[in-house]
């Protein structure tokens, strides 16, 4: 397995295992960015709570991240003035804008490289689909501009411009916060009740439920299973290439990303929906050739992330009929500012708080979207399919990842190691 520019350059605090029965006001299942938020959260509200990881914390999707802290989510906000009007897109905006203001104060009595940086999303081939985007952020108030130039080495169509966002080091932050915070590390949720988790030396009854497992494994509620789908890529750190002032992103999920941290060029790309075929590091190889025939690759790695059905987080609530069990998940990409938003919201509605962003995030909105009949036919299409190698979650059918070797879910993106062991979620276990 290949090992992320983060794993190699922090060290994380290590907690004990649960050994018995314990009460707690709300349990936190899933020891990522978001669930350790959350818990920090909590703890500032003095409301009691514990976490649980099945294995150690941040040792999930979150090693893996390219760590951008903005608001700059693609080109969302044309999308939510048609999904959720003027007013939906502001709070979409202003709660994300929230979450970096959080980060800035948090991180300035924290060592993690934390850097305030513009955020920049480009286009290869659409100027009309960035213009649309910055005038959307403009009705709202919002200082975005179009910028018809970039550092970048290529020619673009242009960019849309989001000043002072941030980068940081994401577990050298983790480190910092979770010192001190009531985690159980290698303490895996076998069970679940509205109430109560049973783990493998012990029971946790709580009031309420908090799951920040990156992909809800409860199929029962919710209907995650159509909801979302995981999308795969792909990450190559660079000595000797270009310092970039900016953060970048194409506006195109299959495009490429570019960030820098201290003498590395982190560019990202490669992507496809986990368990369809891709080319892992080989794109980014090959630009890199190209542009930077001098730089060295000292760092590969991949990441997977969960994808709604209309690129806005689900956070609140898990369904209609769990009012005491809430989810955050759907990050689309932006697991840095979702998870922080989500903290602050599930905060709030754990406590029966209003809040008054929770409307746009709610995992009980519509989602009659045409990704949602995409997700579907994969579904049954890969039910269908006849292989001996099925995902334990659901019964899709495996395919072979020859660059990872690993099996990997085309329906939820669950991914095995060559002798079975479970890599990522949703399911819970190992192949028998």
């Given amino acids: ?150 550092e970048l080495p290529f020619s673009v169509r242009g960019a849309v411009r989001f000043k002072d966002q941030a980068q940081f080091h994401p577990l050298k932050f983790i480190a910092e916060i979770a010192s001190g915070l009531n985690i159980f590390e290698h303490t895996l949720v076998r069970e679940l009740t509205p109430t109560e988790a049973i783990t493998n030396h012990g029971k946790i009854h709580a009031d309420k439920i908090i799951l920040t497992t990156h992909f809800p494994f409860i199929n029962k509620h919710g209907s995650y299973f159509l909801k979302l789908y995981q999308h795969r890529s792909y990450v190559s750190a660079y000595r000797n290439a270009a310092q970039f002032d900016g953060m970048y992103v194409d506006e195109d999920k299959s495009g490429m990303s570019f960030r820098n941290f201290n003498d590395f060029l982190l560019i990202g790309g490669g992507g496809h929906r986990t368990g369809k075929d891709g080319c892992s590091w080989k794109e980014i190889d090959k630009f890199a050739d190209k542009y930077y025939p001098d730089a060295q690759c000292d760092f590969q790695w991949a990441t997977q992330d969960c994808i709604s059905v209309d690129s806005v987080p689900y956070i609140g609530q898990y369904s209609k009929n769990t009012p005491n069990m809430f989810v955050a998940t759907g990050f689309n990409k932006w697991g840095m500012t979702s998870s922080m938003v989500s903290a602050i919201i599930l905060k709030d509605l754990v406590a029966e708080k209003k809040n008054e962003y929770s409307d746009v995030f709610s995992p009980q909105r519509s989602i009659l979207t045409p990704q949602l009949f995409i997700n579907a036919f994969e579904a049954t299409a890969n039910l269908l399919a006849p292989t001996k190698k099925r995902c334990p979650h659901l019964g899709c059918a495996l395919k072979w990842n020859k660059y990872e070797h690993s099996w990997d879910c085309p329906c939820h993106g669950s991914r095995f190691h060559e002798d079975g062991t479970l890599i990522d979620n949703p399911a819970t276990g190992d192949l028998k």
């Avoid at 649960?18 to 707690?24: A, E, G, N, P, V």
């Avoid at 938020?37 to 409301?47: D, F, G, P, V």
């Avoid at 993690?112 to 403009?138: G, H, I, Q």
């Fill in 1 to 150: 397995m290949k090992e992320s520019l983060w794993q190699n350059s922090a060290s994380l605090p290590e907690f004990e295992a649960l050994k018995k029965d314990i009460k707690t006001d709300v349990l936190i299942i899933g020891g990522g960015i978001c669930g350790i938020l959350c818990a920090y959260q909590l703890e500032k509200a003095s409301i009691p709570y514990i976490l649980v990881e099945g294995n150690t914390i941040a040792s999930g999707i979150t090693k893996n991240t390219t760590a951008k802290i903005t608001s700059q989510h693609g080109l969302i906000y044309q999308k939510l003035f048609h999904s959720h009007g003027k007013e939906g897109a502001q709070k979409y905006l202003d709660i994300n804008q929230q979450a970096l203001a959080e980060y800035q104060k948090l991180c300035q009595e924290i060592d993690c490289n934390f850097e305030t940086k513009d955020a920049f999303t480009y286009s290869l081939t659409d100027r009309s689909k960035l213009e649309e985007e910055v005038r959307c952020l403009n009705s709202i108030g919002f200082d975005a501009s179009f910028e018809e130039k970039t």
